[in-house]
């Protein structure tokens, strides 16, 4: 079972409108977690990262949410745009010795004009 | 710079070719990795190494091997791949950095290396 669960899927919303992406994960002990933004065919890119006391980071239009207690994140996009388009990826660290980064299967977002 | 440098961009090869991936980051991270990634998929970890040593491998077969000759650079070498090894194979490095309420990580990705096996 894979330890960082994502959904929706995918997701297809409209320009302008927001939207909100979840992460569950069950990777112990936790260290930190990371959302990316990856085009197709390019290598991700950070969009956050967040530590255990962290409850909210924004980054723009992106907002960032981490509930450690219950092992979830969100990501929330304000005011889409079609640049958005790209699949978003929570990825979580691990507080071990081995440098070990876990990857969920992200969200593909489309954003329509 | 932020920045690691994978090369080739693109790579095709035959089933018995050897061939080797490069990676290079000049941030002073100590933690290096390979991922492969398939079309539609996330990445999926393949070797990790920590201070010039390997300590992860993700059960890889011995057709991929990876070598870290030293804090800046990753190799991955290949021989006999089979068709299925194309994708995408992407390096990032990272490094801890104590932060207020934990280990920040900052961890950064390569653009990646398409591979195609024919």
């Known amino acids: 079972k894979n330890q960082v669960e994502q959904s929706p899927q995918s997701l297809i919303i409209l320009e302008g409108k927001n939207c909100t992406l979840q992460?569950?994960?069950?990777?112990?002990?936790?260290?930190?977690l990371r959302w990316y933004k990856q085009d197709t065919g390019r290598g991700p890119v950070s969009l956050t990262i967040m530590t255990f006391s962290e409850n909210t980071k924004s980054n723009g239009r992106y907002t960032a949410t981490l509930d450690a207690d219950t092992k979830q994140s969100s990501l929330h996009i304000t005011a889409s745009q079609l640049s958005d388009s790209a699949s978003y990826i929570c990825?979580?660290?691990?507080?071990?010795?081995?440098?070990?980064?876990?990857f969920g299967a992200g969200t593909r977002l489309t954003v329509k004009p | 710079d932020t920045e690691v440098t994978q090369t080739p961009k693109h790579l095709v090869m035959g089933m018995t070719n050897k061939k080797s991936l490069k990676c290079e980051q000049h941030?002073?991270?100590?933690?290096m990795y390979w991922y492969k990634q398939k079309a539609k998929k996330p990445p999926e970890l393949m070797f990790v190494?920590?201070?010039?040593?390997?300590?992860i491998n993700e059960s890889v077969p011995s057709r991929f091997s990876p070598e870290c000759p030293n804090s800046s650079l990753l190799n991955l070498h290949l021989h006999a791949l089979q068709p299925e090894d194309s994708a995408l194979y992407l390096c990032?490095?990272?490094?801890?950095?104590?932060?207020?309420?934990?280990?920040?990580?900052?961890?950064?990705f390569g653009q990646g290396t398409r591979l195609t096996v024919v």
């Open positions: 941030m002073g991270h100590r933690a």
């Open positions: 992460c569950n994960y069950t990777v112990s002990p936790f260290s930190n």
């Open positions: 190494y920590s201070y010039e040593k390997l300590s």
């Open positions: 990032a490095s990272s490094q801890e950095r104590k932060g207020v309420g934990g280990l920040n990580t900052e961890a950064f």
């Open positions: 990825v979580v660290r691990s507080d071990s010795h081995n440098n070990d980064m876990r």
